[in-house]
C-alpha cells in the first residue's frame, strides 16, 4: 500500500476525541483531518513542538473550561539548538509559545470546532528561564479561560512552561481562532 493510500484510509476514519495522544497520533493530525474532528492540523516536525498530550479534557483546569497538558523531551540534537545561538545553545522563546498556541488550536478542533488555526496573540508573557540541551524535559499546561463557536471560533487560555518543575514561561490570554478561509486574514 503506498503513502498516499494510507493517508486516504486515515483521512475516512473517524476521530475519536481521547484524553491523550502518542507522537505518531499527533502526526496524523497534521497530515489530515477526521471527520468530527474539525479542520484544526498540528504543524509538521520540526514545528511541532510536543512530543505528546497527556490530557485534554473540556472539564478542569484553572477555569473548569477545560486543559490542555503536553511534554516535549529535549535532546541536544534538536533543530534549533544548532543555530541559536552559536557556542551559546537554547529554546528560542517563541517556540514555546507557539506550542502553548498550537495546544490550544488542537483544543479547539479536538473539540470539534470548525475552521484552520491561526493565532491571533496574547495579553501578556513573561520568560523568567530557558531550556539548553541538557534539559530533558518540557512540560506545558493551557488551562482554556472562554471558547467562542459561532460564526466566529475562538480560543483564549492562559498557559505555562514548566521545566525541572519550575515555571519558565508564562502566556496569558493566549488567543487562536479558526478560520473557514485562513488565506483571506
Not at 18 to 24: E, G, I, N, T, V
Not at 34 to 46: A, H, K, N, T, V
Not at 94 to 109: E, K, R
Not at 127 to 132: D, I
Request: net charge negative.
Amino acid at each position: 500500500m503506498t503513502t498516499q493510500q494510507k493517508m486516504a484510509n486515515i483521512m475516512k476514519e473517524k476521530f475519536e476525541q481521547k484524553s491523550s495522544y502518542c507522537y505518531d497520533e499527533l502526526i496524523t493530525f497534521a497530515h489530515s483531518n477526521f471527520e468530527g474532528q474539525g479542520d484544526s492540523r498540528l504543524p509538521l516536525p520540526p514545528m511541532l513542538m510536543f512530543d505528546r498530550i497527556l490530557n485534554i479534557s473540556e472539564e478542569g483546569g484553572a477555569y473548569g473550561k477545560g486543559i490542555v497538558e503536553a511534554e516535549l523531551e529535549i535532546k541536544p540534537e534538536l533543530w534549533f539548538f544548532q543555530c541559536h545561538f552559536e557556542n551559546d545553545p537554547v529554546m528560542p522563546g517563541c517556540l514555546g509559545l507557539d506550542a502553548m498556541w498550537q495546544l490550544l488550536g488542537f483544543f479547539l478542533g479536538w473539540s470539534g470546532a470548525p475552521g484552520t488555526g491561526r493565532a491571533l496573540g496574547l495579553g501578556g508573557l513573561k520568560l523568567t528561564g530557558q531550556v539548553q540541551p541538557d534539559a530533558k524535559l518540557v512540560k506545558y499546561v493551557v488551562d482554556i479561560k472562554r471558547v467562542i463557536n459561532r460564526k466566529l471560533v475562538l480560543g483564549v487560555g492562559d498557559a505555562k512552561m514548566i521545566l525541572n518543575d519550575e515555571v519558565i514561561y508564562e502566556a496569558t490570554d493566549l488567543k487562536v481562532g479558526l478560520f473557514d478561509n485562513p488565506q483571506a486574514m
